[in-house]
């Protein structure tokens, strides 16, 4: 089959299975949460708790009076016209919420990526080249000490140090929000450049945890393909270093690194939900911390469904540059079953 | 241990010297099922353990790690009723005991937010509320060894089953596990687990630890499965094949001694995840409650409740609990990043005290350096 076909319809089949997991969750919910929410409500106004029930229970993505084949298909296509429900936290609904904030968690995550990578393999491959080397050594202590650091340490020390520091620095990398104020969004200068600046230290709390690691692994792998046949053959056939750093051992370390950037990428989108609420930076992730606070169950649903389409994209697109790369993939060759 | 001549004299008068030996051997043989005892371990405990203590990432990691676990038990001895750690402190006159975590009644003022070093009933100071920094500090470490142990043995073992037999079997088997594999590392971990501790609500940290890694082992899966499936195509596991071996002992005695360094590797990275997300989940406010259980609750009453960043002086309440995060998180990473010499057969016979024959041609191509 064709790989690309192939690809597709596995990338197809994790999001309905995803969408299942969510409805089963949600599905599970229902009943003690709407009672939590219908106090949390009745609490602040006095309003008829049984109104409110009502209005609550309209505004889930299906009925939880219905039988569980009724709910899972009044869900599904619900989310197919692209209706995540309604959210009483925003007060607005889920799919609006979120569209708005999905583009600002995915600049802060493709910041970080792009910065982890491009420091991470171009650290490894000199420090690979200098095995042994002080800068060698001492770019590794480094690495295993930041990588030590769980990433919202060092969010904390990253607002510690811009805190404490001088004005020119605090206006420069604001510790909180996502775009400067009195600002209209748009494809302004003052716009991109504000929205750049505040998602530099989100960016930076995973780069300065995340790199050490990749670095690490980049070297090893440098190392052993520099002790690799072919690399001698093609320096006895006398190729230009630039042509074997590049073609013959470049390419070939940093293939395996291919799990670590899929893997990366998960785990990024994954913890915004924890780096969005320090920064108070109003992405997917900040919303998830915020319907987790109320108990509001369509925008929690809304956020992980959303949150995980992010990862099979770019999964997705991450798996197809690989094949670009890496011919051997698509053959599929696995062998005979035993 | 040798049968001494003087008891096989008592026992047996011997007519030759044949017999006498016939017995001896016997004997010998008992004996050497449990010099085989010893001797295995011997291998298995004694000689990884020299190895691992030459490496100076692992000597590190180890003495770390002890720490945490003695104090944990200790802190847990405690919780459990038995005051040893506080019977031993008064002894020596120590103004600082170790109490529950949680905020005082009728506290006075001069027990808020007071500063490190400045009372020593309050080593590390105390939060606006009263509650003592060093042991919430102390009181957070048995339940995250708990959570740790279970996330990482259950992580473990679901991947190196589901990535031996993906790998080894092929087929179908394979297509649907690997299928399942790519579906639980597409999801994002953090968030699944937070909604399913959101509907869950666990107490125990058991639970808490196999929840965080629900899908963590799909990632170690996946790179079991693929040096399986370099292992299966070797010369020895198709000897094994041929002589009609059943398939899971394959697994268990020519696969899986193979996969140990990775196996390892990952039991520390999964542990890793544990420490960071059980701190997220508790920072974010979805697991405890009223008490200082865990750093990450520290964190949260440090950043969202007391504003440490914001004013002034009040940083060390944030400072505090990153120390015990980072020092258990650095721990990890240098048994994972020392382990991988514990699998090398060559280093670990060295340090055994045996002499290897090393070919010859080996010492040619890697020069000792």
């Not at chain 1, 969510?22 to 106090?39: E, R, T």
């Not at chain 1, 690799?228 to 750093?245: K, N, P, T």
């Not at chain 1, 997705?316 to 696995?334: E, H, N």
Request: hydrophobic share 45%; charged share 15%.
């Amino acid at each position: 089959m064709n790989w690309y076909l192939k690809r597709t319809g596995q990338a197809l089949f994790t999001l309905w299975a995803v969408v299942t997991v969510a409805f089963v969750l949600a599905w599970n919910v229902p009943g003690s949460l709407v009672d939590h929410m219908v106090d949390r409500i009745v609490q602040n106004s006095n309003v008829d708790p049984e109104i409110v029930r009502e209005s609550i229970e309209s505004r889930l993505m299906f009925d939880p009076e219905a039988s569980l084949l009724e709910g899972y298909l009044t869900y599904v296509s619900a989310l197919l016209e692209g209706d995540l429900g309604y959210s009483f936290v925003a007060g607005q609904d889920v799919s609006t919420t979120l569209a708005e904030a999905v583009p600002w968690t995915l600049l802060v995550m493709s910041l970080a990526t792009l910065g982890m990578f491009a420091i991470s393999l171009a650290l490894g491959a000199i420090m690979a080249y200098r095995e042994g080397s002080w800068f060698d050594i001492a770019n590794t202590f480094v690495g295993i000490v930041t990588t030590s650091v769980p990433y919202f340490v060092a969010a904390f020390l990253l607002i510690l140090w811009v805190g404490y520091s001088d004005a020119p620095i605090l206006e420069l990398f604001p510790p909180r929000g996502r775009r400067p104020p009195r600002v209209d969004p748009g494809f302004t200068v003052a716009f991109v450049w504000g929205a750049l600046r505040h998602a530099v230290l989100p960016a930076l709390s995973y780069l300065i945890t995340g790199y050490g690691l990749l670095a690490l692994s980049m070297r090893g792998n440098s190392i052993q393909t520099l002790g690799e046949d072919y690399v001698r053959v093609a320096e006895l056939r006398g190729l230009s270093s630039r042509r074997i750093a590049l073609r013959y051992v470049g390419r070939n370390a940093v293939l395996p690194l291919y799990t670590s950037l899929l893997l990366s990428i998960g785990f990024m989108l994954g913890s915004s939900v924890v780096l969005e609420q320090i920064f108070q930076y109003h992405g997917v992730g900040y919303w998830m911390y915020e319907a987790i606070d109320a108990t509001d169950v369509p925008l929690m649903m809304g956020t992980f469904i959303v949150i995980t389409v992010c990862v099979v994209i770019a999964t997705f697109v991450a798996d197809v540059t690989y094949s670009m790369l890496d011919p051997r993939i698509k053959s599929g060759d696995q062998g005979e079953a035993y | 241990m040798k049968r001494t001549d003087d008891d096989a004299g008592d026992d047996d008068p011997r007519t030759d010297g044949g017999t006498g030996e016939m017995f001896g051997d016997s004997e010998i043989t008992a004996v050497t099922r449990r010099q085989r005892a010893r001797e295995t371990f011997d291998e298995s405990v004694i000689a990884p353990f020299k190895v691992a203590w030459a490496d100076w990432r692992t000597k590190v990691a180890l003495l770390i790690l002890g720490g945490f676990v003695a104090t944990a038990l200790l802190v847990w001895l405690h919780q459990a009723g038995y005051t040893l750690l506080n019977d031993a402190l008064r002894l020596f006159g120590s103004p600082w005991e170790l109490e529950a975590p949680r905020s005082p009644v009728g506290i006075t003022d001069e027990r808020r937010s007071v500063r490190p070093f400045e009372n020593w009933q309050y080593p590390l100071g105390t939060f606006d509320n009263g509650v003592d920094i060093l042991s919430a500090l102390l009181w957070a470490t048995p339940s995250m060894l708990q959570m740790v142990l279970a996330g990482g043995v259950f992580s473990t073992a679901m991947a190196t089953a589901v990535g031996t037999v993906s790998g080894y079997k092929g087929g179908t088997v394979e297509s649907v596990l690997n299928t399942i594999v790519d579906i639980a590392m597409s999801i994002p971990g953090l968030p699944l687990v937070v909604v399913l501790v959101a509907i869950i609500r666990p107490s125990s940290p058991y639970v808490i630890g196999v929840l965080i890694t629900i899908n963590v082992w799909a990632g170690l899966a996946r790179t079991i499965h693929s040096q399986v499936l370099s292992l299966r195509e070797q010369s020895y596991v198709e000897a094994s094949r041929t002589m009609g071996i059943s398939t899971p002992q394959i697994i268990r005695t020519d696969i899986l001694p193979n996969l140990m360094p990775y196996i390892t590797v990952n039991f520390v990275y999964a542990a890793r995840r544990v420490v960071y997300d059980s701190i997220a989940l508790y920072y974010l406010g979805l697991l405890g409650g009223g008490m200082a259980e865990n750093w990450g609750v520290m964190l949260d009453w440090a950043y969202n409740l007391y504003n440490a960043l914001t004013v002034s002086g009040k940083a060390y309440m944030l400072l505090a609990p990153m120390v015990p995060i980072v020092a258990l998180s650095m721990a990890l990473i240098l048994l994972s990043q020392g382990t991988d010499r514990l699998f090398n057969p060559r280093v670990r016979t060295r340090h055994a005290g045996e002499t290897v024959q090393e070919d010859d041609t080996d010492r040619e191509v890697n020069p000792p350096a």
